[in-house]
């Protein structure tokens, strides 16, 4: 029955009550209400109630503004909306070191669930937030934007020497767009004494763009590491996440290589002595099936619904950004416990890749969570990577739409930088398993395992994780003296002179030294996931350890719920 209410709903047609879109997106009512602190009863739970009365239209707001900027069809409406992105985070900043010291002054009356939202109120930061700590963020904050920014908007092409035009196409000859598809396809129809400079000129294409941009950010960041009282930028990101500091994400690094060796060693030696640009280039590839994405859908949310005693039930959409949006309401066991909102299809001016926003966070009582996920997936046909980003996205919304809480500060989305993935990457590793594949899609087929897990990709992974930590122990690093001894240690290649691969790489500007997050949840989700498929554990368990809790339990006993811990 679920099945075949959730194939009637419209999802690849336009629907024809859809609200009006918004000619912009205003928040002068928000910003008015933040203007002035008010005063708080000083008891624990009412001060912690009260906060989130006096914070919540404009934390919604700023929420949807987010959606908005990623997803609108207006670009006015874009606009608008990162104006008040700008506007609403300056106003809550404004507020941040006052509700600090009121939630310091309040622990010592509180226990239980209200001395873990004061904990999170009051910080972990050692500094306290003076003019020249906001001044020195919005500095990281602007050069952080430029960096991916200059990386997005690249469009450069390499001029082809004479000689070297080899059995290129006719497009070719003259030059090639340095993008990463072009150049691959390029570099098997240029001669042998042609490929290194190719290559080298495609990874070090935005040197030129982002060199400068790189050192002002870091040197940035060690400003901002000695602020906080940490001796580097490396070990305040990492204070936030389950190893701690960057000590033990190097002890990590190396025993992940380790375990690694002999996987990437067999690699090698099938491969050969190929150069740098070859590597890993031999696995095996991906039979392409094709799924009906309207279908496909329909067969995951059954699925899920069934797995985690969830119904998804289609409703109109209450807030509308662009045409096809379509919404759905969870209950469980005839109660509402969320919404979700899909917006899967590229179209102009949309955020070109896939990700999960929150819309609400959930607190009991007060308001139902809403998570939206914004995609660029194809209108006719799926393939199994699609299926993958979809069920990935899905994983963090689960995180925001189970995880409802008393106060808004517990709820949601609250794991440390080095599990926030585990929920997602669960769920993506899942779309590997045949019986899942089945029901979802309808399709008996075994997709082929994912190939970075282990052996030379694994290495590559590695090495980039190690590269993102060691450019954030020091504020002027020798980042060409870095990538060579590393490349040694984790690649077993030498480097090339110039290569210089970091200018492109987009995750130092976000994820910076906590990059390797991405290796340390693929481990742990791998763990949880083969435990959910030999029937350990099931699906509806993982969520009640790792997606229901928020910030209500400490994030290792999550973890500690669903599977070992380091």
């Avoid at 506007?87 to 239980?112: D, Y």
Wanted: glycine share 6%; charged share 25%; aromatic share 8%.
């Amino acid at each position: 029955m679920l099945l075949a209410s959730l194939m009637s709903f419209p999802l690849l047609a336009k629907q024809a009550a859809e609200p009006s879109l918004s000619p912009s997106f205003d928040c002068q009512s928000e910003l008015a209400g933040l203007t002035a602190l008010p005063a708080f009863p000083q008891e624990p739970q009412a001060w912690l109630q009260a906060v989130d009365q006096w914070r919540l239209p404009a934390r919604n707001k700023l929420l949807a503004a987010y959606v908005f900027n990623d997803a609108a069809t207006a670009p006015q409406t874009r606009k608008a909306a990162r104006q008040c992105i700008n506007n609403l985070s300056q106003a809550f900043e404004k507020h941040t070191n006052s509700l600090r010291l009121q939630a310091r002054a309040l622990l010592p009356q509180a226990s239980g669930l209200e001395a873990q939202a004061l904990k999170a109120w009051a910080g972990s930061s050692k500094a306290l937030k003076s003019a020249q700590y906001r001044a020195v963020n919005d500095k990281a904050r602007q050069l952080s934007q430029r960096f991916r920014g200059n990386i997005d908007k690249y469009d450069g092409s390499y001029p082809v020497p004479k000689g070297c035009q080899g059995n290129l196409p006719k497009r070719w000859q003259e030059a090639i767009p340095l993008r990463g598809g072009s150049v691959l396809a390029a570099l098997k129809d240029v001669p042998a004494q042609c490929q290194q400079d190719m290559f080298v000129a495609y990874e070090s294409r935005l040197k030129a763009s982002n060199g400068a941009v790189l050192k002002d950010l870091l040197a940035v960041r060690q400003q901002q590491a000695k602020l906080d009282g940490f001796k580097d930028y490396a070990d305040r990101r990492l204070a936030r996440t389950q190893l701690g500091n960057g000590e033990a994400v190097w002890r990590y690094l190396d025993k992940l290589s380790k375990r690694n060796l002999a996987a990437s060693e067999a690699e090698r030696k099938a491969q050969g002595d190929k150069p740098l640009w070859q590597l890993g280039q031999d696995g095996k590839k991906e039979e392409p099936v094709s799924y009906q994405p309207k279908a496909v859908l329909a067969g995951y949310l059954a699925w899920l619904g069934q797995e985690l005693d969830i119904q998804f039930k289609p409703i109109k959409p209450k807030l509308n950004w662009a045409d096809g949006i379509s919404a759905y309401r969870l209950e469980r066991q005839g109660k509402a416990i969320g919404e979700l909102y899909l917006d899967l299809f590229g179209r102009d001016g949309k955020y070109g890749h896939n990700r999960h926003r929150e819309l609400r966070r959930g607190i009991d009582g007060v308001q139902l969570p809403a998570s939206v996920l914004v995609m660029n997936l194809p209108t006719d046909s799926w393939h199994h990577k699609h299926l993958k980003s979809l069920m990935h996205e899905s994983g963090h919304a689960l995180n925001n739409l189970l995880a409802s809480q008393p106060y808004e500060i517990l709820s949601g989305i609250r794991l440390p930088s080095d599990l926030v993935e585990v929920p997602s990457k669960v769920l993506e590793q899942l779309a590997w398993d045949p019986k899942v594949h089945k029901a979802v899609t309808g399709i008996a087929h075994s997709p082929t395992p994912d190939d970075r897990q282990s052996g030379i990709a694994l290495d590559e992974r590695i090495l980039k994780s190690a590269m993102a930590l060691a450019y954030h122990q020091s504020g002027q690093p020798d980042m060409e003296a870095i990538n060579g001894e590393l490349y040694r240690k984790y690649l077993h290649r030498d480097y090339i002179p110039g290569l210089s691969p970091q200018y492109a790489f987009r995750h130092l500007a976000s994820y910076g030294p906590a990059y390797f997050t991405y290796l340390y949840a693929d481990a742990k989700a791998n763990d949880i996931s083969d435990a959910i498929k030999a029937g350990q554990l099931s699906l509806r368990q993982f969520a009640h350890c790792m997606l229901e809790p928020g910030a209500s339990i400490p994030a290792r006993d999550q973890l500690a719920c669903a599977t070992a811990v380091d």
